[in-house]
Nanobody
Framework: QVQLVESGGGLVQPGGSLRLSCTAS????????IGWFRQAPGKGREGVSC????????YYADSVKGRFAISRDSAKNTVFLQMNSLKPEDTAVYYC?????????????????RGQGTQVTVSS
């Protein structure tokens, strides 16, 4: 059974940094678009970043542009989300999802697999 696993969440002060990791069993992430999503309590799901395979491009929501960076490590079969200059409004459960090679975007229905998520809390 394909499983995506996120790690790296935690409690951090405003202005701090975290690096989230997304790994997979029985799935070579290089063949899939990878999206990072988040959901805060009482709020809807938000697409944060997307790493396209077909175009080689990366995409970011306006709310995180310039602060977050998505990257891949093929040797480790891992996708990272480096989060800098964190703000309290970044507090949410973050999860990764894997979808079709040719897709790029934040429509969760287009993603075939997703992880359980990791909590990120930004607070002083």
């Amino acid at each position: 059974q394909v499983q995506l696993v996120e790690s790296g969440g935690g409690l951090v002060q405003p202005g701090g940094s975290l690096r989230l990791s997304c790994t997979a069993s029985d799935l070579t992430l290089d063949y899939y678009v990878i999206g990072w999503f988040r959901q805060a309590p009482g709020k809807g799901r938000e697409g944060v970043s997307c790493s396209s395979v077909s175009s080689g491009s990366t995409y970011y929501a306006d709310s995180v542009k310039g602060r977050f960076a998505i990257s891949r490590d093929s040797a480790k079969n891992t996708v990272f989300l480096q989060m800098n200059s964190l703000k309290p409004e970044d507090t949410a459960v973050y999860y990764c999802a894997a979808g079709d090679y040719y897709y790029s975007g934040y429509v969760i229905a287009e993603y075939d697999y997703r992880g359980q998520g990791t909590q990120v809390t930004v607070s002083s």
